[in-house]
């Protein structure tokens, strides 16, 4: 019994700092909106060559993608919408004074079309966003910034209007990478990234394959066989694949926390129960074999309150005992389970004392059952039987 407790109280605080966790992580605000938005990608294939084919066929994609009723927003990006391996990009600031040690400020690289952030619910905090004409081939290069990198290589000023000392060495000043908006930071890496990479934008030039997300208010069953047929007005050889939604993506990055909750959660509460059991199985039949002692015990004037509180003792004890074997054990294996935690420590007193106390509760009503029947012996009864 003792260790049956003790295994109970191990599998449970493992299973309470997970769910901790997995608390912790939902509780995150993403930046993004998750619901209401679809996403695909599209491969072009050798019949699109060179620039200009690309950005003609990715323009008329995205124009009849507009065309779908309930479609709000088509947003397109080089890269997945949501992806844990992001490029990183070295930004040199201009006019920025750097140490023998210092590295150039840093940054994940996406390629985004002007209605991208509409599209996915970045919030834009300040300056602007990107325009048709900052696409146009001879346009300026411009950023945008998340508020991160700017809090960051811009502290106590503003970001929009600095630029980026990167180009040909013969530019103007009207030429120079400008940073032209910040907008709000997005765990588009993950919802577990914790890294401190910052994200650049920067715009979509043509591109062999994109992404689309699209803002809709329709489901992503409707969609699905809307996209393809708008993709294959314009050209039936085109794939369209990765079809799902924000919302699907976002759980399935969070799938083998949530599985690892699961599985643990249910090994604990089958351990939980084994132990209510095991504590009421064993008083059940001591009660039985010392029904003649707790005859005897009221036939000189014990009361039923204290008959109670001895059949009590003993479970509880036993129930104690093992509390203090499983909270070192716990203790010491939690430890092991660092990596699986997200912002909270493997020793979290409130995991502990939570499961602590639940069992308690378990064994102090496991006990109680027992003790009340034994309290309800009839001395003459007891003292009769053999």
């Excluded at 929009?160 to 400008?178: D, I, T």
């Excluded at 001591?286 to 015990?297: H, K, L, P, S």
Aim: hydrophobic share 50%.
């Amino acid at each position: 019994l003792t260790v049956q407790v003790a295994l109970a109280l191990m599998l449970l605080v493992g299973a309470c700092l997970l769910i901790r966790s997995f608390a912790q992580v939902m509780a995150i605000d993403p930046g993004f909106k998750v619901s209401n938005a679809v996403t695909g990608r599209v491969a072009l294939n050798v019949a699109y060559k060179d620039g200009p084919a690309m950005k003609s066929v990715q323009d008329r994609i995205v124009a009849a993608m507009r065309e779908i009723p309930g479609v709000e927003a088509v947003g397109v990006t080089g890269s997945f919408p949501l992806f844990k391996n992001f490029p990183v990009g070295s930004f040199p600031i201009r006019g920025s004074t750097m140490g023998q040690d210092d590295t150039f400020p840093s940054g994940m690289v996406i390629s985004a079309t002007p209605e991208y952030f509409g599209a996915m619910g970045i919030r834009i905090i300040e300056g602007r966003g990107f325009t048709a004409a900052d696409l146009e081939p001879q346009a300026r290069r411009v950023f945008m910034v998340d508020r991160n990198f700017a809090e960051k290589y811009f502290p106590g000023r503003s970001a929009v209007g600095e630029s980026f000392a990167f180009g040909p060495p013969n530019q103007k000043p009207e030429q120079w990478p400008l940073i032209v908006g910040v907008v709000a930071p997005a765990k588009l890496s993950g919802m577990e990234d914790v890294s401190g990479v910052p994200f650049v934008y920067t715009t979509l030039g043509p591109a062999v394959a994109f992404s689309m997300v699209l803002r809709t208010t329709r489901s992503l069953a409707e969609m699905t066989p809307l996209m393809r047929q708008k993709l294959h007005a314009i050209d039936h050889s085109l794939p369209l694949y990765g079809v799902t939604s924000l919302q699907l993506w976002v759980d399935g990055m969070l799938a083998n926390r949530r599985g690892v909750m699961i599985l643990l959660g249910a090994f604990a509460l089958i351990a939980l129960l084994l132990s209510a059991v095991g504590i009421y199985g064993m008083l059940a039949y001591d009660v039985t074999q010392r029904t003649r002692e707790i005859g005897i015990r009221g036939a000189i004037g014990a009361s039923r309150g204290q008959i109670v509180t001895l059949v009590l003792r003993q479970g509880l004890w036993k129930a104690g005992l093992g509390l203090v074997i499983g909270l070192a054990g716990a203790f010491y294996l939690s430890r092991y389970m660092s990596s699986l935690l997200f912002d909270v420590r493997p020793s979290d007193p409130v995991a502990f004392a939570a499961v602590s106390l639940l069992l308690l509760l378990v064994a102090l009503v496991a006990s109680w059952l027992p003790a009340r029947r034994a309290a309800k012996v009839d001395p003459i009864v007891a003292l009769r039987c053999e």
